[in-house]
């Protein structure tokens, strides 16, 4: 398990995508934080907050992650390395966590660059250290929980199709409705009775919690128990080619 793990993390990082995925996340976050101007630069707001940050960082996620995890199983179906690798003597359990942790992995490399914004905000806050500590440390939980449940989403896509094209986009679908889908279903008015179990059916409902800096054991369940859901249905599918 270890050595496949290690296989994912070289074979991403040494190859152009993978760096050129990290930088355009990079990059994105920093010239919606310090370059553009608007309200959601912060220079511009006046205020000592990484709020903006964990606005777009989700939504750039939808994009980056599937990038990220489009390869796992397609890559491996078309080359048809796939077959070789279940005949290894590790289960399909390991497999699906190798490559998990591997791309949580990578998740968390493209995020820990932006820690560097939070302690610039200390310095420019009046007075300096002026920063809501709590919700941005919150904030970053929950955005490693998001990306923890994008992966398995994507890794899931990945399973279904050999073509990276294809998980991609089908990785984006997924992210995109669980993440902003169930809010707009409970908006619906045939929905208000139940409103309230759509909108816990969410990632928004769990992340925005989380933001407020505030780890409620209810939110680090739903996040669990959504990616081992996705881990299974993973799992399931490489049964499959064994049946």
Request: hydrophobic fraction near 55%.
């Amino acid at each position: 398990m270890i050595a496949l793990l290690r296989k994912e993390i070289s074979s991403f990082l040494s190859s152009l995508i993978g760096y050129s995925v990290i930088t355009v996340f990079l990059l994105a976050m920093g010239l919606f934080l310090w370059v553009f101007p608007g309200n959601f630069n912060i220079l511009d707001a006046g205020f000592a907050s990484l709020e903006t940050l964990f606005v777009f960082a989700p939504w750039v996620f939808m994009f980056l992650i599937p990038a990220i995890t489009m390869r796992s199983f397609a890559e491996e179906q078309r080359t048809g390395t796939i077959e070789l690798l279940l005949t290894r003597p590790i289960s399909e359990w390991q497999i699906v966590f190798a490559k998990y942790l591997a791309g949580l992995l990578l998740v968390i490399i493209a995020l820990a660059p932006t820690v560097v914004y939070y302690f610039s905000l200390q310095s420019l806050g009046n007075p300096p250290g002026n920063v809501d500590s709590g919700g941005t440390w919150g904030s970053y939980i929950g955005l490693l929980f998001l990306g923890g449940a994008f992966v398995s989403i994507g890794m899931f896509a990945s399973s279904l199709s050999d073509n990276q094209i294809v998980s991609f986009i089908l990785a984006f679908f997924l992210c995109f409705f669980c993440y902003a889908g169930f809010d707009s279903l409970a908006r619906l008015e045939f929905f208000n009775s139940v409103d309230d179990i759509i909108f816990s059916l969410g990632i928004n409902e769990h992340f925005e919690s989380m933001s407020r800096g505030v780890i409620d054991s209810r939110d680090v369940i739903y996040f669990a128990s959504f990616t081992l859901f996705f881990l299974a249905l993973t799992r399931f599918k490489l049964l499959s080619r064994t049946w």
